[in-house]
């Protein structure tokens, strides 16, 4: 029984070893900021730093634990999607997906809650969370009509 033991431990640390070849997830340079948003405050522009810029921005920290495979796919894979949804590093350069954001951080989807189990600093108050909506509805000019009357 020792004997399997061990042997299942060798081999799965010589897979993880192994997955370590897999480039994907391991280029991490940011792209540069085209432009941003013209913030309504210093305090919009920190708040959304902390809690969405890792993947909403061209500005990503990247954690020691985001180049080693398998947890690198993961973060590389949420970070791409994030982008491509929303990226305030490209402001104005395209189509950006504004008008779920104040529904979205009011439900609590974003930031997810696997993001805020490593990122406790990311974690808002209930008045950091109407404090960002109201200044991305400003500074993003996401229709604040629409936005109050779900809200509603």
């Known amino acids: 029984m020792k004997?399997?033991?061990l042997w299942f431990f060798g081999a799965l640390a010589l897979v993880l070893l192994?997955?370590?070849?897999?480039?994907?997830?391991?280029?991490?340079?940011?792209?540069?900021i085209v432009a941003e948003p013209p913030w309504n405050s210093p305090q919009t522009r920190e708040l959304f730093v902390r809690a969405c810029a890792d993947c909403h921005s061209n500005q990503t920290r990247w954690p020691w634990y985001s180049h080693i495979a398998p947890v690198s796919w993961l973060v590389q894979r949420d970070v791409e999607e994030g982008r491509s949804k929303l990226n305030l590093s490209l402001w104005g350069s395209d189509k950006q997906e504004l008008d779920d954001i104040p529904e979205v951080i009011r439900e609590g989807s974003m930031p997810p809650r696997v993001y805020l189990l490593t990122h406790p600093e990311a974690r808002l108050s209930l008045s950091e969370k109407e404090a960002l909506i109201q200044g991305l509805v400003l500074s993003l000019g996401i229709n604040a009509l629409e936005e109050n009357e779900e809200h509603d």
Do not use: C, E, K, M
């Not at 997955?19 to 540069?32: A, K, M, T």
């Open 3 to 5: 004997r399997i033991i």
């Open 18 to 32: 192994a997955i370590q070849l897999v480039p994907y997830g391991r280029d991490h340079r940011n792209p540069p």
